[in-house]
Every structure is written in structure tokens, then in C-alpha cells.
């Protein structure tokens, strides 16, 4: 039995709703194993510009570094894309990386079996199944590196820089491995190292911290060849560990092959274990306020935080099965539906996963 606070921010767009679905399954969780559950609702984003006139107000920051875990809806929409790049809502979820040192970022892809009508990939290349675990360094590279623009003989130039120091690879590279001691003891690292200096050191400190796990299979792929095995062969891949820009790209192609960006949760942990919990999917402002979104990649989002920031391991696989018997029943929010499945909205999507989570 514990007391845990946590942050929320809605955020934009569908945001909203789907984060009220998710704190009601943390409430039941909490009242079924004996926990509570402590919410304080923030601003960022899009809400955050209007509200405030800056996309990550100092306040947002302070409550989160004061709470045990983060829960996000989603940031940005169409109003806000006018913005200069500093101003913009996607500022806040970079802003919030950073300010929270939340350098490991966790995506699972996972292709359920009630889902796997929507995985665009042939049947016999999907068909035994998928369950990769993407591990984007998130804090590092070109995202936060020195950037600019000059005047050049060839007219206005502009540059962003990659650059990784060892320590920063090493962080990353622990938390892969520790992922893929616990799976399937298989970690595939992905890299530029045949072009790119900074991946030439980034693939020396994988192999260095290699040493120490000697029980999992360690190998390499190029970004290049890997955005091509993941859609060859996604069945052969367990842990796959990368920088902050590879794994921007590769993590949506990963979520793209289970057929259901709706889906999927995410984590980025800082190195005590903190971390921030939000869908992968962003804030789809043409069903914002529709009662249509998927609440489920936010809801497993929760289970995440469970697992991985409170290591309830219990209370994070009960939400997981509800989610697992609720798509076996055949409901179905818009973005999964298939012929013969009963279309339903956020709320009651919602409202059938909570029906579901037992102890
Ligand atoms: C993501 C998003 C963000 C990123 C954007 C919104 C800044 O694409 O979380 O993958 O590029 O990291
Ligand atoms: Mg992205």
C-alpha cells in the first residue's frame, strides 16, 4: 500500500479525454490494491500558449519535479503550427525532456492478437507476432545540439549538430541491456557508424557496456537496413536501442506495423526511475472532442508508469488484461475498428476496460 502523486497534462486536442479515461483506471487500481492516487493537473502545450503565452510554464516543471510520475495527454494542433519553432507546443515536450533528465525513452510496439487484422504487413511475415521494444535516447543528439543559420557563398544556410559524449550513450546503453536481460536476452543496437563519427563512439560505448551482459546477444544494424528488417522480418527483433533522431523515425515505423498508433504507450524515465507516461500518438485535433479517440495507448501508458516508475507489477498486467479481454470482446474504438466489431467511443471504451480490471 503506498500514496503516489502524480502530474497531469492534458494537453491539446483529443488530450483531454483520453487522460480522464486513464486517471479513472488508476482510481479503480488504486481502490482495488489498496493505493492512492494523488492527481495534479497541469498546463502544457497548445492550452499552455493561450493560457499563459509560453508553451511549458515554470510552474508545469515544478509540480512535475515535486510529483513521482507524469502522466500526458498530448500537445499541439493546427491553431499553434503559425508559431515560430522556440513558441510552438512541441517545445513543451522537449522543454519537459530536458528540465526532467528523462534520457530513456521506452517504446513498446506490440501487434495484439485481437489486432492483427490491422497490421498492414503480410499475414505470414507478422504471423508470429510482434513484440519489439524500442529504447530512444531522448535527451542527446541533434535534438539538443548546437544549431543555427549563416550566410554562406551558396546564400542562407542552416545547421543542427549530433553530438554524444560516452556518458550519455552509456546511460542509454544500461537501461537497454537491463530491458533485453529481462526479455529475450536479444539487443540489437541501430546506428550510422559506416558515415556518422558520433555513432562510431556511440557503437564503441554499446560494445564496452557489452562486457557487462554477457548473457544477451548483442548485434548491429545501420538506421538505413534497420527501417527495412523492421518491416521484413519485425518477428526477429526484441530490444532495439538508438539515438534520439534514429529512434524518432524508427519508433513510428514500429508503431505502424501493429496497425494501431491508437494503441500504443510510451515511457521516458529519468535515471532514478521517474518518468513521463503519454500515448505515442499525438493530439489528432479532427476528432478532438468527438468522443472518438482511443483511450487505450494513454491506459497502458498508466500500466506503464505502474511497472517501470512504482514497480507494481501486479496492479500494471491487471490493466493490461482488461485491455487484452476488452478487444477480445470485439469492441472497438474508430481508429481499430474491423468488420464484424462493435464500434464504440473514448468514454466507453473507457468505461468497458474499467468494467474489466480485477485483482
Ligand atoms: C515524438 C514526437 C516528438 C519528437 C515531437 C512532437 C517533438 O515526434 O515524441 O516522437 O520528435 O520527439
Ligand atoms: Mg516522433
Known amino acids: ?4 502523486k502524480i502530474a497531469t497534462i492534458p494537453g491539446d486536442g483529443i488530450g483531454p479525454e483520453i487522460v480522464v479515461e486513464t486517471v479513472k483506471v488508476l482510481e479503480k487500481i488504486g481502490q482495488l490494491f489498496g493505493h492512492t492516487f494523488e492527481f495534479t493537473e497541469v498546463l502544457a502545450g497548445g492550452i499552455a500558449i493561450d493560457k499563459t503565452g509560453e508553451p511549458l510554464p515554470n510552474e508545469t516543471i515544478e509540480v512535475c519535479k515535486k510529483s513521482d510520475a507524469v502522466l500526458l495527454g498530448a500537445v499541439g494542433g493546427w491553431k499553434w503550427d503559425v508559431l515560430p519553432g522556440d513558441k510552438r507546443p512541441e517545445r513543451a515536450l522537449l522543454g519537459l525532456r530536458g528540465a526532467l533528465g528523462l534520457y ?29 521494444m524500442i529504447v530512444r535516447e531522448l535527451t542527446g543528439g541533434m535534438y539538443f545540439g548546437d544549431r543555427g543559420r549563416k550566410q554562406t557563398d551558396l546564400g542562407e544556410a542552416a545547421w543542427d549538430t549530433e553530438m554524444y559524449a560516452v556518458d550519455e550513450v552509456r546511460r542509454i546503453a544500461i ?5 533485453a536481460k529481462k526479455r529475450k536476452k536479444k539487443l540489437t543496437n541501430v546506428d550510422k557508424a559506416n558515415v556518422l563519427e558520433s555513432s562510431r563512439l556511440w557503437r564503441e560505448v554499446i560494445l564496452e557496456v557489452a562486457k557487462d551482459y554477457p548473457d544477451v546477444t548483442l548485434d548491429h544494424l545501420y538506421i538505413d537496413n534497420a527501417a527495412m528488417q523492421i518491416i521484413r522480418d519485425p518477428g526477429s527483433y526484441d530490444v532495439m536501442v538508438t539515438t534520439n533522431m534514429f529512434g524518432d523515425i524508427l519508433s513510428d515505423e514500429a508503431s505502424q506495423i501493429t496497425g494501431s498508433i491508437g ?25 478532438a472532442g468527438q468522443d472518438k479517440a482511443n483511450p487505450i495507448a494513454t491506459i497502458l501508458s498508466a500500466a506503464m508508469m505502474l511497472q517501470y516508475t512504482f514497480g507494481l507489477d501486479a496492479e500494471a498486467r491487471a490493466i493490461e488484461n482488461a485491455v487484452t479481454a476488452v478487444l477480445k470482446s470485439g469492441v472497438r474504438t474508430g481508429d481499430i475498428m474491423s468488420d464484424g466489431m462493435k464500434l464504440v467511443g473514448t468514454k466507453e471504451m473507457g468505461r468497458l476496460v474499467l468494467e474489466e480490471i480485477k485483482r
Open 1 to 4: 500500500m503506498a500514496n503516489f
Open 263 to 287: 494503441m500504443l504507450p510510451s515511457a521516458s524515465l529519468n535515471k532514478d526511475n521517474f518518468g513521463m507516461y503519454e500515448p505515442i500518438h499525438g493530439s489528432a485535433p479532427d476528432i
Open 104 to 132: 530513456a525513452n521506452l517504446r513498446p510496439a506490440v501487434l495484439h492478437d485481437a489486432l492483427k487484422a490491422a497490421c498492414p504487413l503480410r499475414p505470414d511475415i507478422a504471423a508470429g507476432g510482434i513484440d519489439i
Open 175 to 179: 537501461t537497454a541491456f537491463e530491458l
